[in-house]
Structure formats: structure tokens, C-alpha cells
């Protein structure tokens, strides 16, 4: 059973950085992605980044390229959103999620093709 737990969220100003963490427990092979999503107060859950776990390849939405960066650890078992440059557009819950069938980001990222999530962290972006 996989299971993503997230850590990191918070209040930041315009302007202002935070560093989102998922750790990972469950997985028995590295032949899986970890994608990030996001979903503000009455829109859909939007994706944000994707990193193949074996491949260390990586997608961003447009929205985000040149500020978000993922990446992971696999000493820790932990995939990683350093969010800069963060502006109140990004004011969401973000959610991590595996998707088990693939080694490599698939474009565009539906989120009904993850198969397992974690609970979720706040990131509010307000001045």
C-alpha cells in the first residue's frame, strides 16, 4: 500500500519562497512518478510538476515553469517543490500523487490517472 504523505505549506508573502515535501512509503520499485497538483477554492485540481522517479525527468506546467522546481531524494524516499517568486495565483492545497503505471511524466497531467494521494498542505500567498 503506497502511502504520500506532504509537510511545508504555510503563509507566505507575495514574492516569498516555500519548499513542499511528500514522502513516500509503499513502493516497490522505482518504476512510478510523483506529480504535484493543486487545487484552490472552487476550481479544479490542477497539476503543477511531475518527476519520474527512476528517470529523475521532469515536467512543469506553464504557470509555474522558471519559479517551481521538483525534485527528489531517494536516500529519503521524498520528492521535493521548492516554490518561488510565489504570487497569490498560488494560493491552493497541494496534493502529491503517484502514478504506478509509468516511469515518465505523461503530458498533460490528468489527475485521474493517479493512483494514490496524500492528504494534502496549505500554501496561502497574501500580503
Known amino acids: 500500500q503506497v502511502q504520500l504523505v506532504e509537510s511545508g505549506g504555510g503563509l507566505v508573502q507575495p514574492g516569498g519562497s516555500l519548499r513542499l515535501s511528500c514522502v513516500a512509503s509503499g513502493f516497490t520499485s522505482d518504476f512510478h512518478t510523483i506529480g504535484w497538483f493543486r487545487q484552490a477554492p472552487g476550481k479544479d485540481r490542477e497539476a503543477v510538476a511531475c518527476?519520474?522517479?527512476?528517470?529523475?525527468?521532469?515536467y512543469y506546467v506553464d504557470s509555474v515553469k522558471g519559479r517551481f522546481a521538483i525534485s527528489k531524494d531517494n536516500n529519503k524516499n521524498t520528492v521535493y517543490l521548492q516554490m518561488n517568486s510565489l504570487n497569490p495565483e498560488d494560493t491552493a492545497v497541494y496534493y502529491c500523487a503517484t502514478d504506478l503505471d509509468f516511469d515518465r511524466c505523461i503530458v498533460p497531467m490528468r489527475y485521474g490517472e493517479y493512483d494514490s494521494w496524500g492528504q494534502g498542505t496549505q500554501v496561502s500567498v497574501s500580503a
Open positions: 518527476i519520474s522517479y527512476s528517470r529523475g525527468t521532469t
